[in-house]
């Protein structure tokens, strides 16, 4: 072969190979995760997107225990499902700390952060010493666009705030609706709805974070559709389905009631996150007393999970403040199915209820006093990253309901540490700011919300 042609074809050998190459990296590049998904005694699940379909799984063992090293199912990534997957973990021990790796396409994934999990410990109700409990809180999730900023004002900062909950070594996080921005040239196709769940996903401050512990997720509004969007939103289906190829809850819904909402039980506390959009009339709704807002499949869910749980605290998530009367998105204000939840707890004597919300861009604890029974609390945790309210109407200013310090008009998150002997238990509510530093506490002793009279 003359020279000038073998030099030719070896050039032409070698731009070939360094596209194939190329190509393989670009299979292997990771886009968002891995995030710790729906975790049991024997289970977890693990979350991740990729940049193109590519084949995933990881190999764990017994963080004291590398010799037990064990190889997970292989899932592949797809356009049909974003380009996200969920790589199942069985058969794992109960109260066990385990590490992991990640392979995409048979490689190893390297993470600037260490990649591991724990197993729920075995609970059994009456134990002398029940486990601690951590979680962490958050709604209102907000990046900056240029397209979305009005008059050239960012809308969202402190994105640091999620470094600083990475430091906690809690069992969850619980994110509690607004986890994305839907702008309104996002709603125009599925397209553009996905690219800004993608872009959320993706944020470098976030991703040790997702590792660090499973993540439990209710929607509201902005992730749901446009602002107090309800059921009549034409891209309800898409919504959905989005949610759930970004989040790994154990459950949406019913066989025949789409939705997002499930329980969860860890330990002593059982968590019931709602879905306040998929079956909700609009805030202009003509009769309050009529007004649909879980809807009578959901709302007889929550009942019937309320009656049948035997948990010390039972906290039921609502994307939108419970308590809050003066604010137009509260459940409150969709007063019969409103007061049919209060009924519903008085006349069952329905123990060890607490509220959680995000949404208000501020946060806060409501307390409501109620004749010949516990006081129920509403403790509202937002925002993570948006703008922090700026005006408040002079009544919702000054609602006698709100707990005296809890207002807190900055960006923050909230955790909740469930602590204490088996007739003691204590739900202790705290806020961090940016930077991780504690700024508010309240405790609540679980013999605080009991019946007069009960034997609990």
């Not at 922090?388 to 540490?417: F, I, M, W």
Request: hydrophobic fraction near 35%; charge should be positive.
């Amino acid at each position: 072969m003359p020279r000038v042609l073998l030099q030719r074809s070896l050039a032409v050998l070698g731009i070939a190979l360094s596209l194939s190459w190329a190509t393989a990296a670009q299979a292997e590049r990771l886009s968002a995760g891995p995030m710790l998904g729906d975790t049991t005694e024997t289970s977890t699940q693990i979350w991740l997107q990729t940049e193109q379909a590519t084949r995933a799984h990881i190999e764990y063992w017994p963080e004291k225990q590398p010799q037990q090293r064990q190889k997970s199912a292989v899932v592949v990534t797809s356009a049909e499902r974003f380009l996200t997957g969920l790589i199942p973990v069985t058969g794992l021990k109960a109260g066990l700390r385990y590490n992991y790796t990640l392979f995409l396409n048979d490689k190893a994934v390297e993470r600037p952060y260490p990649l591991s999990f724990s197993t729920t410990p075995v609970y059994q109700a009456g134990m002398r010493q029940p486990p601690d409990i951590k979680m962490l809180l958050g709604s209102c999730y907000y990046l900056n666009d240029p397209l979305m900023d009005v008059l050239n004002i960012p809308y969202g900062d402190g994105l640091e705030i999620f470094e600083s909950m990475a430091r906690h070594d809690d069992q969850m996080m619980l994110w509690l609706g607004d986890n994305v921005y839907f702008a309104p040239f996002d709603l125009s196709n599925l397209y553009n709805m996905n690219r800004r769940y993608a872009r959320h996903r993706q944020l470098p401050q976030l991703q040790a974070l997702l590792a660090k512990m499973p993540h439990y997720a209710t929607w509201d509004d902005h992730d749901f559709g446009p602002n107090n969007s309800d059921r009549h939103f034409l891209r309800a289906k898409e919504s959905l389905a989005l949610f759930k190829a970004y989040w790994t809850n154990p459950r949406y819904g019913l066989l025949l009631t789409p939705g997002i909402f499930f329980q969860k039980r860890w330990g002593d506390v059982e968590i019931l996150m709602t879905d306040n959009r998929s079956h909700r009339d609009g805030n202009s709704f003509s009769d309050p007393l009529k007004r649909q807002y879980l809807g009578p499949d959901q709302m007889a869910w929550l009942k019937n999970a309320l009656k049948a749980s035997t948990a010390t605290f039972k906290l039921v998530v609502v994307g939108t403040p419970v308590l809050n009367q003066n604010y137009i998105e509260s459940f409150a204000l969709a007063t019969g199915e409103y007061q049919n939840l209060m009924d519903f707890l008085a006349q069952e004597k329905i123990e060890g209820v607490v509220f959680i919300s995000g949404d208000r861009h501020h946060s806060d604890l409501m307390k409501l006093e109620r004749p010949g029974a516990y006081p129920l609390y509403n403790y509202t945790s937002s925002p993570l990253t948006s703008e922090p309210t700026r005006l408040l109407s002079e009544a919702e200013a000054k609602d006698s309901r709100r707990v005296p310090g809890s207002l807190l008009r900055q960006r923050n998150y909230g955790r909740l540490h469930v602590h204490g002997p088996q007739n003691q238990r204590v739900l202790e509510l705290e806020a961090y700011n940016t930077a991780g530093k504690k700024i508010w506490r309240y405790s609540i002793p679980a013999s605080r919300l009991r019946y007069p009279g009960s034997a609990n």
